[in-house]
Every structure is written in structure tokens, then in C-alpha cells.
């Protein structure tokens, strides 16, 4: 490709909205162009990334059996009745009449279509295990889209989707996905990806597990433990539970503490560590006018994904303002009054606390000095708390580490959920009607991608892996206006094209400044260089743009040099 | 892959619905199932073709120095509103508003992004020409969809947009394009192909062509003269204007017709031909109160798309029915009563008629004896007639022939339309900022697929050409439960596979009559028999599913058979 005519236009300004390095740098290089919040378009470059990441990812899953298929991106809200989603999937899931009024919605996963595809086609359990799958366009209505691809609203996915006789076979096959996705990821050349057990959320599953991609660039959070290698994600992490100080049970007293309302105002108001007081999160029910009180160590976070699983609803933070029956600040668990059917929930942080801070439901006061067991009568403590930094692993007791991570990948053991709601049966080897079990399995492109370019990327631009970089080689005539080098060039040009290495061809009459710098902002693997100079000499520059490492090259090695750093790149 | 587990099952059922042969055949053999209307899941056969379709589409627009993007399915209002295009473009585009209540189109075509991701990426005309594509999921809300994957709602398409600073630029490039089409059809194993002139409809443009795959399975009908090799779509197609036999001018005279209304009753109760009487057509105009009336010799029809261009309006045909103002029937132009505004147009089949039939404007009757030129005020004949197989080329003057054709692919100059309404320039030499000319280029993936069935299939199936088979051979075992015959036959399904060559493994325990007929409903092009009778001999069977032709080769040389089976085969 010669850059004169490839459209994507580099820049050194830094996007305006741009956090991420991945997101500016992207938009930097001219590799992709906003159309809307959260949507869109790929120029040639991260479309070559992309189609090499897909057919990574396509590979690996022909590998282990998988059937390639293709899914309606449009389907009918009947489709989505059968499973129940088309209710219970809020706003993310875009709805739409079409000209014959017809209720139609974008599909944003594919259970639905794959067990549509799936139940007349297969009959007997003979059939099974299979996996079907598909690379193809979805969307999904995210209030909020961020950091260039993380986050975004159409995006390009792999969705797998495996039938299973037994429990059994569903374990077996899941761990086969499991190890492909390893397999992937390092092909991809993504190096900090760990796989951790994770909540499964509206799949409506038991098992699974996310591939996260460890960077301070992700929203989700993963807790670590480096002795005994526990992963897990925040939503469902465990903890040993915090010992709270052996304090001798003192009287509850009443005290005021004037505008002191958020847990940091009240420590500092009465000079004591967060740890000693209790702290009240309310949240409401969707729909509902009763709420969701939770008490918790001060010191504590609640972690709504465990909130949500204990009270078994979509629970929201709360609105304390002005109009709300409940103030904010002083809530406390004694003498609290609520509206009807409201949910009180303890955490076990507070199990044998003494010597505690309560808010007193009254503005300008707290009780100190409370004991959780003689003075509030809690029936049961849950675990709603979110992991911290630095408590103890349960499985080992070492310290655990909790990390930003980007989820690139992840995998549903799904059970009976679609073919029981959507009618789908087998015959077994007695000759009765059963469910098969599914497993499901997406990996989003554009956000490995992006995750890739936060990897590597560094100060003077994007970093490619020789694996996915759009190009292999970038060349570099200094003064393509000087005929022999033009010549020269030229004949290089089509030797590597010849030779089916993949070659940028900067053939513009630009300044070695200027090509040096587009070069390394593009994040090409390997830069050759032809000069007077080195045409004098009869060789080649090369430079490899992750190590900076150069080396000259006589014309005739050139090729064989390149297709060796090309393979020893490889296995690395 | 192992057809046991393949997920697509094979029926001898003709699918109630059917009528065309790729629709039930595609079907028949578990290739897709129909999701909603027009809206269909391709299983893992139909998908292989299709991506085997893409593979070939895409080095032929990368030869042609196409650069691959990626635009999004889901696009802003505001991008279709600086075309226009959101506006004047009807039900076939899918609107809705987003979580945030903004209004979002899906994308149909994809001007509008090609431009908005051209524009600020290129402000040079040194960078010009380029030509960006993309293949990709599109939906355009047919209100008929129909015939399997013909004519569906959602579906692949690779689209093409290049730009140009000249006329002539876009006129060499257009060219190469048609040429890479020829290529493409050609490659994909589709015969029967044709381009023609054609109108450009909603795309806005002057020139262009389609790509007529020629079958009775296409809607749209083609004029072709077999002598000057003439080619022209209906909609544009020109003839010579039949003459009008020499009848001397004679006396107009009232006569009761009785209830002859539709202008074969007319001419039968007057026992005349067609070709002596006037017909009447009367058209609505979208929201408007007036009507257009056509005048056309009784022998020929109405061409929408001409009449379009001639009265600058969309046309619908009206409704006159009971509650009409304008009755049905002896609708005549002298003395003819419309609503204001109305228009009245008269084709030129009618320029210079003596001795014709009218209707008069009252129930009952006609008049005989019109002289068009005498006794009808035109100001102006017009091109509206539908061309008729026989009619004379205009080129050359041989009869013409009328052929109906599925539109496979087609290829527009746009002109300044789109770079225009959404400013975008680039300088030229001079420094002048001006709109660069436009080219856009489509290709229906789904839509080739089904027309190379339609083309290839015979009375036991489909019949898929080698470069686009879903897999090259089928291994067919009989007797899959001898354990000799699975142990040969397992041997050879890896021996083929480790060749490359892509295998469908018939490995169930039916009778052969199941197995040979699955083989020739799916199309697989070559068909390998192991069985107890060839083991014994050391050989298998080889029988072509396009010619029948079988033979029997030792086991030894069975693989480079095959090999040379798929040269010689991708040549012809």
C-alpha cells in the first residue's frame, strides 16, 4: 500500500475527549473515526488488524470443532419473547417497529438465533456436543460508551455457542474453550490477560469465567491473590473477612455531630478510624417504593453485583435529595423507619463489632459505643462487601491485590436457560425428551484490538505485534524525489510485495522527520530505510520499532533478514 | 468436517413457500433457515460459500488498489440529513431513536460514511483517486421480500465508493471496476451474467450499470439485442418507436362499448387489434391531490421508472376504485375532466396514429375514428413505453429480446452529489477547493450465492462450481460400521485433510442411497466412495457431481487425482 493513497489522515494533536492511549493513539495514526457516541469507522489499517485478530480467533475455534455460521444482526421480538429478554433487557437492547409494525430488535448476543437455528436441526443426541459460532456486527445501547473501542456501542464479536448432552461434556468442552481463548490471546499477542471467575449476569448461568486484560485503561476490577493465584472478578471476589478489634462493649451514647454526614466527616468529627463506624447505603428497586438498606464497616464499599444476588432484584443507588422521604447522612440501624416491605440488609464486616458509630436518624447526631450483637438485632450478615487492597486471600491468607482489568473475553456455562424457555429437545439413549446444556463464548474484536494498542503502545505511538500489525513492513526512502533512490525504492517495493511481506510504501516527498515519526505513530514492526548513502553501500536500513534495535543490511540479505526477524518475532 | 455433527438438516421436502430452486434447494439441504421475512441464519455450508464469495470479491477490489474499511451498521440522523437522504429516501429505511432519544438509521448504503470518514482525512488532490470498500451487514426494509436469499432484508453486501478530481479520472476507474466485476462473476462461477445500462435511481447519479445474472428467477427485465449486442434494463431501455399503419384519416364516431373497460375488452368487442386503440393509465402522486394520465398505444405499457424521470415525481399507480373522482375505463383525452394541476402525458407510440379508439369519458362508450394529430391537442410526445420482446434495436435495428435478470451487482458515477451535500473538498492543482466526483460499486454476497444455485442446481440439488464449494469433497464410507472400512476411510478423510483439501465426512451409519443422495443435494463437487468391494481392490470411487462422470483410481494415486481434478475444473 502506498501511503500517498491511504485515507487516515495522522496527527500530533491529542484528541480532545481522548483518556486512553489506545483511544488517542488510534485516532492519532488516522485509524479510526468517530460517526457517533460510541460507533465507529475503521480505515483500512484497523480493518486489516481486525480481520487478522479475526482470523486468530477463527482458527482457534474451527480448531476445537466449531461450525461458522451467521446470525441476523435484525430479528423479530417473537424470537426474543421465547427466552423471556425481550422484557427483561433494559434500554441497552435496541427495539424498533418495522414498516409492517413489526416489533423488532438489533441483537446484541445470539443465544436466541443460535437456539433457533439449532432445535430443528438437531434431534437426537448423536448430534451432540456442537458448537456454532459466528464473527459478526452487534449492538448493544451502553448509556455510557468510552475510551475510543473499550467501550462502544457497535462492535464486531465472536459468539459461540456449544449443546451438551450432560453436565460432563459441558465441563469438558468449556475447558477446551477455556484453553483456546489462553491460546488466542498470546496469538494475538495480549500478554497480560488472566482468566477469573466472574458474576454471569443476564446470561442467567452458574459458571464462568472473564478474560480480563490487566490495565489501569479497564473499568472492571479484578482481585489477585500472587501466593495462590485466586482470580476473581470484584463482582463475585471472597475475602477473608476483617477481625474487628477486640474493643470491651462500652454504653451507647448519643452525641452530637453536627453537619457531619458522609462515614469520612463523622470519623474525622469524632477522631476515630473509618473501621469503627457503620455506615448505611440505600438503594431502591426498580419499579418500587420500598428500599434497600444496607449497613456496612465504614470502611467497607458495598459491591452491588453480591447486593444484587442477595436480594435477588436490580437494585440502583437511591436518590437522597431534597424530595426524598429518607435523608441522607445519620441513617442508622436503631429506631430506623422505612416504607413498607424495605429490606434491611447487614454485612458480616460488622459481625462482633463493638465500640460502634451508629447514625442516629436524627440530623446533627450518632451514637457511639454500639455493639452490633447486644444492641441491633441482626438475624443474618451477608457478603455485600466489595474486596480492598491488601485483605487476606480465603484460600491461602496472603494478601490479595485488587487490579484494574479490561474485559476482552469471557465464557458462560448457560445450562438449560434457552433450550427450556425456547422448546428445544433431544432425544437421550432412552429415547426421552430432554434440554440439551449450552455453553456461550464471545471474544469482542475492536476491544482486543484497542487492548493491544494500550499494551504496547508507547510514548512515540502505537506498537503492532508482528502477528496483527496491519502492515509488516514500513518503507522508507529518504528524498523519493531523487531518482536513483526512487528507483531504488521502487524495486524494493515490489520485491517485498513479490515476496508476500506485507509493505507500507511511504512514497511521499515528505522530510525523514516527518516519515520517521508517522512510522512510529503507526506502530509498524519493521522499518527499512533507504538512503544515498546506504544506496552507496549497496544496502538497507532495518529497525525494529519495539526494541529500537537497527542494523545495516546488504540488499541482497535484505528479504532473508526480514523473513528471519518475522519468525524469531513470532516465537517469542 | 463430520456431517454427524454438522448442525443443517437434509429434507425431500419442497418447502411450502418456495417457487424459485435456490430458495427450496438452499433450504432442502439445511443451508439457511428463515428467521423473520427476508431475515435468515446461514448455517456453516452456506456461510463457507459465502465467505469463499467475499475471499474472491475482496482480491479483486484490492487489485483494483481498493483500501478495506469498516462503517457502521448503525448511523446518526444527522449524517443521512446533510445528504438528504433521511429525508428522501421512504419506509425502506429502518429509523428508530436510541436510549438517549436520538435518531439513528440502520445503513442501506453507505455514501454518507464513506464521505464523512473521506473528508477530513483528505484535503489534497494528490491524494486522489482512492476507492474505499467495505463488506458488510446491511438493512433495507423491502416491503416484498422474497425467493430464498433473491431478494431478502438483511443481508451482505461488499460497497465500494472511490474519488476522483476529473471526469475522465472517474470514466478510467469506473472502468477498471466494470472490468473487476466481469473478473469476479466470472471467478465466482456465475455464466449467465450481463451488464446493462441502467437507471440510477435513489443513488442520484448519471451513469450506470447492472449486473444481470439471467434467469427466470429475476424480477427486473433486461432488453438485449442478440445482433449490436445492445444491453439496457428495462427502465432505460430505448427501441424504435413502432410505426402506426398508414389508415386514412376518418370520421370520429361515438359507439356503445357496453361494459368493455380494460383495453382487451375494448378491442374485442370492437374486433380490432390493440395496436388501433388508446389506452389510459392514471398515476397518484405521493400526498398530492392530482393525478397523471397516460396515453400509450393499447399494445404497450407503462415504464414507472421513465415516467418518473419525465414527470420528476415519485408515481404510484391509483386506486380507482369505487370511491375514485376518476372512474376506470373509458378514459379518454378529449374532454377530459382532472383535478387541478393534473397531468396529462402522451407517449410517443401514438405520434402520427390515424384511425384509433378513445374512450369518452362516459360509461358505455367509445370513439372510433381519432386522428391523434387532428383531433388531440399534444404539445409533446414522450418516452414512457415498456420496450416489447421483437421490438426493433434502435442501434441497429434487429428484433429486440426481453429477459428477466436477478441484479447481482451494480456500479454508479455519483457525480458531486453526496461530496457536495456534505462539503467536502479537496484543493485541486490551482489551489481551488473543489468537490471531488464520486464512483460507488455494490455487490449483493447472499444474493450471488442464491443466483449461482439457481444457475448450477439440477433436478438432485445444488451444484456448486469448485471455487466456491462449501468443501471440495465428499467422503462417503458405505458401510461406516465395518471396522475395515471405518479404519480406510478415517485414514483418507485425514489424508485429504492434511492435503488442504476441504472434506465433508459422511461418517453415519445410513445406506448409501441416504448418503449419495445428501451428497448430490448439497453440491459437494467430488464425491469419494470407499467400500468393502474397492478396499479389496486397493481403490476408491471418484464421481463429479457436475458431470456424473465416475471412475475408479487406485488408493495410492487418489490424492493427486483429486488435486488435478480441482485445477482442470477452475480453468474451464
Known amino acids: 500500500m502506498r501511503i500517498s493513497k491511504l485515507v487516515g489522515s495522522r496527527t500530533k494533536e491529542q484528541p480532545a475527549d481522548a483518556v486512553l492511549k489506545s483511544h488517542a493513539l488510534l485516532m492519532r495514526a488516522g485509524f479510526i473515526k468517530s460517526v457517533a457516541n460510541g460507533i465507529w469507522s ?5 480493518k486489516r ?18 461450525q461458522e455460521c451467521s446470525f441476523p444482526v435484525v430479528m423479530p421480538k417473537e424470537l426474543w419473547d421465547e427466552s423471556g429478554r425481550y422484557n427483561s433487557i433494559g434500554e441497552e437492547l435496541v427495539r424498533f417497529t418495522d414498516r409492517g409494525n413489526r416489533f423488532m430488535v438489533l441483537g446484541m448476543t445470539h443465544e436466541e438465533a443460535a437456539v433457533h437455528f439449532a432445535r430443528d436441526n438437531v434431534t437426537s443426541h448423536h448430534q451432540l456436543p456442537f458448537m456454532i459460532y459466528q464473527i459478526q456486527t452487534k449492538f448493544r445501547d451502553e448509556a455510557r460508551s468510552r475510551g475510543g473501542l473499550i467501550r462502544v456501542r457497535e462492535f464486531t464479536m465472536k459468539d459461540a455457542y456449544s449443546f451438551h448432552l450432560t453436565h460432563e461434556d459441558l465441563e469438558e468442552y468449556y475447558q477446551k474453550v477455556y484453553d483456546a481463548y489462553v491460546r488466542i490471546f498470546k496469538r494475538v499477542g495480549l500478554k497480560n490477560v488472566v482468566a477469573v471467575k466472574s458474576d454471569s449476569g443476564m446470561m442467567g448461568g452458574k459458571i464462568s469465567h472473564e478474560f480480563m486484560f490487566l490495565s489501569d485503561a479497564g473499568e472492571d476490577k479484578i482481585v489477585l491473590c500472587n501466593s495462590c493465584g485466586y482470580k476473581a472478578n470484584m463482582e463475585v471476589a471472597d475475602a477473608v473477612v476483617p477481625v474487628n478489634l477486640s474493643v470491651e462493649p462500652s454504653k451507647m451514647q448519643e452525641i452530637f455531630t453536627g453537619d457531619a454526614k458522609e462515614i469520612d466527616e463523622v470519623a474525622e468529627a469524632l477522631k476515630i478510624t473509618k473501621d469503627k463506624t457503620i455506615k448505611a447505603v440505600v438503594y431502591n428497586i426498580k419499579g418500587e417504593s420500598y428500599v434497600v438498606v444496607c449497613f456496612i464497616r465504614g470502611d467497607y464499599e458495598v459491591n452491588e453485583a453480591k447486593l444484587k444476588k442477595v436480594v435477588r432484584r436490580e437494585v440502583v443507588p437511591a436518590n437522597l435529595g431534597s424530595e426524598s422521604e429518607i435523608k441522607a447522612g445519620n441513617i442508622g440501624p436503631i429506631n430506623l423507619v422505612l416504607p413498607k416491605d424495605s429490606i434491611v440488609v447487614y454485612d458480616r464486616t460488622l459481625k462482633g463489632a463493638n465500640g460502634m458509630v451508629i447514625g442516629t436518624n436524627k440530623a446533627g447526631y450518632h451514637t457511639t459505643g454500639v455493639s452490633v450483637e447486644r444492641d441491633i438485632k441482626v438475624k443474618e450478615f451477608v457478603d455485600i462487601a466489595k474486596v480492598k487492597q491488601g485483605q487476606h486471600c480465603s484460600c491461602c491468607g496472603a494478601p490479595l491485590d485488587v487490579v484494574a482489568g479490561v474485559e476482552v473475553g ?11 424457555s425456547m422448546g428445544m429437545t433431544v432425544s437421550n439413549k432412552d429415547g426421552v425428551a430432554v434440554n440439551p446444556i449450552m455453553g456461550c463464548y464471545g471474544i469482542g474484536v475492536g476491544r482486543a484490538l484497542a487492548s493491544i494498542a494500550e499494551e504496547t503502545s508507547d510514548e512515540k505511538g502505537l506498537n503492532w505485534p508482528l502477528q496483527v500489525a496491519p502492515w509488516i513492513v514500513y518503507l522508507c526512502p529518504l528524498r523519493y524525489d531523487d531518482p536513483v533512490i526512487k528507483e531504488k525504492s521502487d524495486e524494493l517495493y515490489s520485491k517485498l510485495t513479490s515476496a508476500g511481506i506485507e509493505t507500507l510504501y511511504d512514497d511521499r516527498e515528505s522530510s525523514p522527520g516527518v516519515k520517521f515519526a508517522d512510522c512510529d505513530l503507526m506502530g509498524i514492526p519493521i522499518r527499512v530505510v533507504i538512503s ?12 525494529l520499532r519495539a526494541s529500537g534495535i537497527t542494523q545495516t543490511v546488504s540488499n541482497s540479505e535484505c528479504l532473508e533478514r526480514i523473513k528471519k526477524l518475522m519468525v524469531i518475532n513470532d516465537m517469542s
Open 410 to 420: 469471557n465464557i458462560f456455562q448457560l445450562g438449560t436457560k434457552y433450550t427450556q
Open 532 to 543: 544515498q548513502r546506504l544506496i552507496a553501500s549497496d544496502s538497507i536500513e532495518i529497525r
Open 49 to 66: 488488524i481486525a480481520t487478522k485478530i479475526e482470523n486468530i480467533i477463527r482458527e482457534e475455534m474451527d480448531s476445537i470443532d466449531g
Open 42 to 46: 475503521f480505515g483500512m489499517p484497523a
